[in-house]
């Protein structure tokens, strides 16, 4: 089946739909964000090597960084440019589809703009979140490879970081479902209270919306904050672990606590994405309901 004769089933819309229909031209724009992301996994060693080259009055290694920061801008901005014309064109096609869906189903017209504006959502994860996923994910387990090979034991500090921050974040998930699919009823309601031009019922309506916002707020606030004080620990561990273990090199010293610190980076956003998940989910739902 190709990707031009694809259509979504009625009433089925999720990421994995959404992937089959444009595969080939989503797939061109994670290989383009792999070749970015590569890219920008191999800073820190190089700078490191070039910092120690330079204090052996040696220029190679500058050149190599140099080399690797044309190849990161280069591809970095032909996704650019690619990505914003792809999923223009698939958005305005995937809002089409929902609405020869919704119209099907003689919904509300409030509940086809809400459902309109939801769907959106899938095609914004697939531009703008998952490339930052795969950036995260290389970051993740290519950074912590190269610690383990340049620090072990900040190795296993990650290692145990990560760990309390997924049981963190999936011990809450139930809760994001929750609060998003309060937020994602009231949002559907959106145009019929409008129509109704009733100032307390409007203001009722908005003040639901706020209250669902800021629990969602506070929830990511919270978990964020846990998140990082862990992080901050990982990285105390290894900068005292690093010297401890008499690393004298400037350009290794400085490599370890970048990729340290590249990880904690990755580390800190994929929770993010996974709340996002979440909502996607509940969204998701909401299409075959």
């Given at each position: 089946m190709t990707e031009k004769n694809f259509q979504l089933p009625p009433h089925d819309f999720s990421l994995r739909k959404l992937f089959l229909r444009y595969r080939w031209r989503i797939t061109i724009t994670w290989t383009l964000v792999l070749g970015e992301a590569a890219t920008m996994l191999s800073f820190p060693l190089f700078m490191g090597i070039a910092i120690d080259d330079l204090l052996n009055q040696r220029y190679f290694g500058l050149y190599q960084l140099c080399g690797?920061?044309?190849?990161?801008?280069?591809?970095?901005?032909?996704?650019?440019?690619?990505?914003?014309?792809?999923?223009?064109?698939?958005?305005?096609?995937?809002?089409?589809?929902?609405?020869?869906?919704?119209?099907?189903?003689?919904?509300?017209?409030?509940?086809?703009?809400?459902?309109?504006?939801?769907?959106?959502?899938?095609?914004?994860?697939?531009?703008?979140s998952f490339p930052e996923i795969i950036n995260s994910m290389i970051g993740l387990f290519g950074t912590l490879a190269i610690i383990f090979f340049l620090q072990t034991k900040s190795f296993f500090a990650c290692l145990v970081g990560t760990a309390i921050i997924?049981?963190?974040?999936?011990?809450?998930?139930?809760?994001?479902?929750?609060?998003?699919?309060?937020?994602?009823?009231?949002?559907?309601?959106?145009?019929?209270?409008?129509?109704?031009?009733?100032?307390?019922?409007?203001?009722?309506?908005?003040?639901?919306?706020?209250?669902?916002?800021?629990?969602?707020?506070?929830?990511?606030?919270?978990?964020?904050?846990?998140?990082?004080?862990?992080?901050?620990?990982?990285?105390?561990?290894?900068i005292f672990s690093t010297v401890q273990d008499g690393v004298t090199s400037y350009g290794k010293v400085l490599s370890i606590l970048m990729y340290v610190f590249g990880y904690i980076e990755s580390v800190i956003v994929m929770p993010l994405f996974y709340q996002q998940l979440v909502r996607l989910k509940e969204i998701s739902q909401r299409f075959r309901t």
């Open positions: 690797i920061g044309l190849a990161t801008v280069i591809l970095g901005g032909v996704r650019r440019f690619y990505d914003t014309r792809v999923y223009s064109r698939i958005y305005a096609q995937v809002s089409n589809d929902i609405v020869a869906q919704e119209s099907s189903r003689n919904s509300e017209v409030t509940v086809t703009a809400a459902r309109t504006k939801m769907a959106g959502e899938f095609v914004d994860f697939f531009e703008d997924l049981i963190l974040y999936v011990a809450t998930s139930r809760l994001t479902f929750r609060f998003n699919k309060g937020a994602n009823d009231q949002s559907e309601r959106h145009v019929d209270v409008l129509s109704r031009n009733d100032p307390p019922e409007i203001a009722d309506h908005f003040n639901k919306i706020i209250r669902w916002n800021i629990r969602l707020s506070d929830l990511e606030t919270v978990t964020f904050s846990l998140s990082w004080m862990v992080m901050i620990g990982v990285l105390a561990y290894s």
